[in-house]
């Protein structure tokens, strides 16, 4: 069959130099795919309140997840200081 529906195509928002082989990570996956557990979206929101909305492969996501944990720790700590 040369057409086939029910397909998505999914990127990464990040710059090809920062993957593997300089190569933007692009996949095609049907809602059921196990492999979209591992791409991420988010919604970031800066300091100046504007959102940034991404799609991180499952590399980049790992990466974010990292920093967040990070962030997440120094508000903690920032929050409770002289307690």
């Known amino acids: 069959m040369a057409?086939?529906?029910?397909?998505?195509?999914?990127?990464?928002?990040?710059?090809?130099?920062?993957?593997?082989?300089?190569?933007?990570p692009i996949v095609f996956m049907t809602p059921e795919d196990k492999r979209n557990e591992e791409w991420l979206d988010i919604v970031y929101t800066d300091t100046l309140g504007v959102p940034m909305a991404l799609t991180l492969?499952?590399?980049?996501?790992?990466?974010y997840r990292s920093i967040m944990?990070?962030?997440d720790r120094d508000i903690t700590e920032f929050a409770n200081e002289g307690r």
């Open 57 to 63: 492969c499952p590399d980049c996501a790992r990466k």
């Open 3 to 24: 057409r086939e529906k029910g397909y998505e195509r999914v990127a990464c928002d990040r710059a090809e130099a920062v993957h593997p082989g300089g190569e933007l």
């Open 69 to 71: 944990d990070t962030h």
